[in-house]
């Protein structure tokens, strides 16, 4: 990162937790910036960093397994106050002198916890807390360097802290909902321990995120692909304020847009703002390579591969470029797999590709592109969730038409289309897509989802129409509530509302006779089918 003054922040050190974003969210909705970054980064790295705090995160592993994540010792010594949450304490604890050992009982879900200590990390809470665990191992010897703040039935050392190294650890999750008040032990992390001063706002980010890029990119030319979606133009707008007519948009229409996408994005962005763009119609291109593919993965690669291609080619027109702006956002890049770059240099882990996360798309607006096209990479969203990336759209004063957009995956209907994607096939999805959206938007209920959509699958199923049996497809709807998209919920909307979806559909689109509506949370389910 440059030598711009970077904002007072805490630094989660991620060993594999499926909830190190959700830490990142708790303490930034207390007001302090949070990065994550993997449990291996340098301990140069990470003094350089100047972190107020460090939270170790969960992770599967148990920390005498062979190859489990550990770091060095030397951590402690940085001087820097230190929470290890579940594993993290785990680790903490048996590099301080502790032990840790399988439990006689695996602990999971909720379970009631007695506080011992209730000052510092505690202050405030009351005696008996409802805390949630996911643990198989625990501290089961501390040494005399160690305090315990907290404990359950089943372990003694639900929470503890060391007695002269700033480390505290707590064996539960208090960043996850179920565990009552855990934010207000997060918040006492940052305030009375890490003594954060909470200055950070969305306000203070736009104006840091416009210096950096100033001084990243100085008089560089900058090329930014738009999605129509908030995230590219928000990347877009940001770039534009810090560097004015030097950034060029290329929009392109990849034939797999929903019902007159392409005109209306045009339409708003030529209204609103004044950004240099070029327009594309890739249809033809990108539906030629799509023909008889029915592989999801292979779908995602394909649209990558090809949007490659094609923005190449329309960036060649604009003579030198040296910068590609991207609108990644951290859960792409924890989706993926954690394979995106830090401020032009891999992450120490992530230089195989591979994060300590699982894969579970590929997301086709990471990596890839700035690899083939030999640009510098400007990224400023990367380190924000979607509800965050709105707010800094309204503090940029974005208009609602880009704010309220629903967000719309960059592989777009072809993920929506189980089996082949055909002419036919996105017609039927468009139109059916189209009611969807028409039927929300008039009910009002927009505001409150996340994003409703309709799904084309490969199933036909006997109807009758008239007195004329009917053979034809089916249209899933998946209309969900989530605040980042990381977990969501299906709605529950009235019974009328899908009534009258589901009678517009079939009565409407020609070649759909049914219509279901998804009921499956995310986890288990994505939130797209493909
Ligand atoms: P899933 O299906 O992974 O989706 O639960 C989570 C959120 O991400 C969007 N999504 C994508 N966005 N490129 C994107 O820009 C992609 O390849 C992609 N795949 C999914 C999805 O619409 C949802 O909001």
Redesign the pocket.
Known sequence: MSDLKRPEMILVLDFGAQYSQLIARRVRENNVYCEIWPFNTPLGKIAALRPKGIIFSGGPASVYAPGAPRLDKKIFELGIPILGICYGMQLGALLLGGRVSPARSREYGHTQCRILNRTGLFAGLPPHLTVWMSHGDQVSKISGHFKPLARTETSPYSAIKHRKLPFYGVQFHPEVAHTHQGSKIIRNFLYTICKCSGQWRMKSYLTEAVNRIRQEVGSGKVVCGL?G?I?SVVTAVLIQRAIGRHLTCIFVDNGLLRQDEAKEVIRIFRKNLSIKLIFVDATERFLKKLKGVIDPEKK?KIIGHKFIEVFKAASQQLGRVDYLAQGTLY??VI?SGGAASFEGEPRPDVASGRGPTAR??????VGGLPAQLKFKLVEPLKYLF?DEVRRLGRALELPDEFIKRQ?????GLA?RILGKITPERLAILRRADAVVREEITRSGLGDRL??YFAILLPVSSVGVMGDERTYENTIALRIVE?TD??T?DWARLPADLLQKISSRITGEVKGINRVVFDITS?PPG???WE
């Open positions: 999605s979606g995230d995602r859960p792409d989706e579970i798309k590929s997301h086709h607006n979607k967000p719309f995956p960059g592989p993920v996340w994003q989530s998209g990381m969501a995310k994505t939130i797209e």
